[in-house]
């Protein structure tokens, strides 16, 4: 392998190579980019997709020192993901399968790194690649098989949280009771949304914080149940406000008030989880030296 710079000329052959093919790219797959944003704007649980390329390109950005470092030769490895890409885009239309021709855009674009700026370009750019997946739609029978269990604990947890606090809730199915009050723990108020945004972000603070690998893996770990929490936090306080306030206040809470609260109070959760592991597992102290009594002697005599 070659281990020397790129010759000026060489360098700007690959950068045109690579601005070249990466616009044969975003022109083969803007019809999907137009139906994926359309999805986004229309489906409040993938609202987050717009800013899901922005933080990839940030991420891009953040880590250009790596494109300062070592080589970049062309790999024919990259042909492989590229392979897998077409085959899978292939695949969605054979099967009219739209999911296969979204997430076929990753092993295509992991590819031309690797075809255009070999290994070291592919260091550079597979945080913001695989992050791009939090953008995709996930396929209606994952999103039913997530939701309908997220619902059921949403509505059991938020049932016991306002037992405890002294009110007379029953849970009949997705409904919770209240007395003459009946607080409908629809599809929207699964928590499937908050639980796709929050994992984004959470993977995001876990690219971005200097911490050891378990405690990255920990943040992604803990995106689920701080999501969950924060969902049947929103539903058990509606919930109390209906009893207290009235139902008007507690459906302006629930459909406006909560939706922009929820995500500043899982991040705290996200915040205070760092703290705690931070000072629970500490990092382990320096060695200090100590001098020989030879030296110690020698440091109390006169000069």
């Keep these: 392998m070659n281990t020397k ?27 999907t980019w137009l139906a994926m944003s359309q999805f986004w704007a229309h489906n409040p649980q993938y609202s987050h997709g717009y800013m899901v390329p922005l933080f990839a390109l940030a991420l891009l950005w953040w880590r250009r020192d790596l494109l300062r470092q070592g080589t970049f030769d062309p790999s024919c490895w990259g042909m492989p993901l590229i392979a897998l890409g077409i085959l899978l885009r292939l695949a969605s239309a054979y099967v009219y399968f739209d999911w296969f021709d979204n997430v076929s855009l990753l092993p295509l674009l992991g590819g031309l790194c690797l075809l255009v ?22 396929p209606y ?10 619902r059921g604990l949403a509505t059991a947890a938020s ?24 607080i409908g723990v629809v599809e929207a108020c699964s928590g499937l949304s908050m639980l796709l945004v929050f994992f984004a972000l959470s993977t995001a603070v876990a690219l971005l914080v200097q911490r050891p690998l378990w405690e990255k893996l920990t943040v992604l770990a803990s995106a689920v149940p701080i999501a969950v929490i924060a969902n049947v936090a929103r539903i058990s306080v509606t ?27 899982a991040l705290g959760l996200m915040w205070l989880e760092l703290q705690i592991t931070a000072r629970v ?20 005599q006169p000069t």
């Design 239 to 265: 919930g109390l406000l209906h009893v207290k306030v009235g139902g008007e206040l507690a459906d302006a809470f629930f459909h406006d008030f909560a939706g922009w609260l929820m995500m500043p109070f």
């Design 5 to 31: 710079p790129l010759a000026p000329r060489q360098s700007a052959v690959q950068w045109g190579l690579g601005i070249a093919l990466a616009a044969c790219l975003i022109w083969a797959y803007w019809p």
């Design 159 to 182: 049932t016991f949280i306002l037992q405890t606090v002294g009110l007379p809730a029953l849970a009949e199915g997705n409904i919770i009771r209240i007395n003459d009050v009946k």
């Design 281 to 300: 597992f500490l990092p382990p102290a320096e060695p200090v030296e100590r001098a020989a009594p030879e030296e110690k002697l020698a440091g109390l």
């Design 117 to 138: 700026g070999g290994r070291q370009s592919l260091a550079w750019a597979w945080p913001a690649i695989l992050f791009l997946v939090f953008m995709l739609p996930l």
């Design 141 to 150: 029978r994952v999103e039913t098989a997530l939701a309908v269990p997220l």
